[in-house]
């Protein structure tokens, strides 16, 4: 399997990343955006290297993650993610349905 990537921008990018990658169907690792962090922003770069069952269902995880940390219903923020899928293909999730978020995973 290819990598894909995802970066996580907010004052809470650390923790988010961390949940994120602590689901059972996803494996990989993340480390800090050196670049962003000079420009005063936190943001954290996951680079996913398996995913575990079928995308649909990882899809929807995705969505209701990132849902929860961009509205702070965890007490923890983030501003932004990007997904930069294994072709090249980039994908917001602000306005991203579970469908599009699929369709990067399986590219």
Do not use: C, H
Not at 70 to 82: D, M, N, P, R
Not at 87 to 100: C, K, M, P, V, Y
């Amino acid at each position: 399997m290819s990598v894909l990537l995802i970066e996580v921008q907010g004052t809470d990018a650390i923790a988010a990343t961390e949940a994120l990658l602590a689901m059972p169907e996803i494996s990989g690792t993340w480390e800090t955006e050196t670049e962003a962090e000079r420009e005063g922003v936190l943001a954290t770069i996951a680079t996913i290297v398996g995913l575990v069952g079928g995308t649909l269902a990882i899809a929807e995880q995705i969505r209701k993650w990132y849902q929860e940390y961009k509205q702070g219903e965890s007490g923890k923020k983030i501003e932004k993610v990007l997904i930069v899928g294994r072709n090249g293909r980039r994908l917001l999730l602000e306005n991203a349905t579970i469908e599009q978020i699929q369709q990067v995973l399986d590219d």
